[in-house]
C-alpha cells in the first residue's frame, strides 16, 4: 500500500507564501504521476498541480503562474510553493498519485492513492 504524508500547510495573509511537502512510501513499480488536489466545504476534490514520472508538470488555470510543483524523484517527495495566495485558495490540500497522466488535457481523474490532506486558510 502507498503512503503519502503531508506537511507545511498553515495561516497567511493574502500575498503570502507556502510550501507544501508530500513523502511518498516506495511505488509498486514505476511511472507513477503525482499531484496536489484541493477541497473546501461544500465542493468537489479539484486538481491543482500534476508532474509526471518524466517531469512534465500540468496546472489548472486557477493557480497557474502562482504556484509551482517540483518533485525530488530521489527522495520520493512531492513538493508544491504557494505564492501571491488568494483568500479563494484556502483549502485542504492532498497529496495524491496515480499511474494515469493527472490533469493532461485538463481532466483531473480521481488518483489511485491519497494522503491525509493539509490545511492552507489564506485571510484577507
Known amino acids: 500500500q502507498v503512503q503519502l504524508v503531508e506537511s507545511g500547510g498553515g495561516s497567511v495573509q493574502a500575498g503570502g507564501s507556502l510550501r507544501l511537502s508530500c513523502a511518498a512510501s516506495r511505488f509498486p513499480g514505476s511511472g507513477y504521476c503525482m499531484a496536489w488536489y484541493r477541497q473546501t466545504p461544500g465542493k468537489e476534490r479539484e486538481g491543482v498541480a500534476a508532474v509526471d514520472s518524466d517531469g512534465d508538470t500540468r496546472y489548472a488555470d486557477s493557480v497557474r503562474g502562482r504556484f509551482t510543483v517540483s518533485r525530488d524523484f530521489a527522495r520520493r517527495t512531492l513538493y508544491l510553493q504557494l505564492d501571491s495566495l488568494k483568500p479563494e485558495d484556502t483549502a485542504i490540500y492532498y497529496c495524491?498519485?496515480?499511474?494515469?497522466?493527472?490533469?493532461?488535457?485538463?481532466?483531473?481523474?480521481?488518483?489511485?492513492?491519497w494522503g491525509q490532506g493539509t490545511q492552507v486558510t489564506v485571510s484577507s
Open positions: 495524491a498519485a496515480d499511474r494515469s497522466p493527472l490533469g493532461f488535457g485538463g481532466r483531473w481523474s480521481v488518483p489511485t492513492y
